[in-house]
């Protein structure tokens, strides 16, 4: 065997290793005070905390601590906004993961959805999963993405405003269909 081999060999098991990496499940987060900030909001949604997120990730607050001489104090700083970062983009991910769940639920129920509209929902996953691993990965090695979370956050935005629209549609369908059996009972139709 030549060196390029055993490199090139070599490359894509450090490769798969990423891979594998990247695909597992992140961490819970297993603090008892941090899991009873997640549970204390549960009714709200991300969107109320992006600009904090934003703010934590700033880098101006570190820039001060370095220039004040704690150095130390910054790395600590910047490691505890990363860890709150990641729990934002967890909570981002399990509010996708239930609109996602809804949008199954709703399609099932809708008989207007076709094939390619499911096709495009399965492509809106794939998409989210994949912003989500490189913004998770990005956090994870120390960068502050905020473009790109912005625009995660923005993805789940727009699909709950979506799955609002398409709930109230089946309400307002299964509302007329409900006033159109009790009309048509009313005259001694038997609908059944």
């Not at 060999?9 to 695909?23: E, H, K, S, T, Y």
């Not at 609109?99 to 709703?106: A, E, K, N």
């Not at 923005?154 to 369908?173: C, F, K, N, P, Y």
Request: glycine share 6%; net charge positive.
């Amino acid at each position: 065997m030549t060196y390029a081999f055993i490199a090139l060999f070599g490359f894509a098991f450090l490769l798969l290793i990423l891979l594998a990496w990247v695909l597992r499940a992140p961490k819970r987060v297993s603090r008892p005070d941090a899991a009873v900030g997640l549970t204390e909001f549960s009714d709200r949604t991300h969107v109320t905390f992006f600009p904090q997120i934003k703010q934590a990730l700033a880098v101006q607050d570190s820039v001060y601590l370095a220039s004040l001489g704690m150095n130390a104090l910054a790395n600590r700083v910047r490691k505890e906004r990363r860890k709150i970062a990641l729990a934002y983009l967890d909570c981002l991910r399990n509010d996708f993961q239930r609109l996602w769940r809804l949008g199954r639920v709703i399609s099932s129920m809708s008989p207007q959805v076709g094939t390619a509209q499911e096709f495009r929902r399965l492509q809106l996953g794939s998409a989210f999963s994949l912003r989500y691993e490189m913004i998770r990965i990005k956090l994870l090695f120390g960068f502050a993405p905020l473009t790109e979370l912005g625009a995660l956050s923005e993805v789940v935005s727009r699909l709950s405003i979506r799955m609002e629209t398409a709930m109230q549609d089946l309400g307002e369908r299964a509302a007329l269909s409900a006033k159109l059996a009790s009309s048509l009972d009313g005259r001694g139709l038997d609908v059944s």
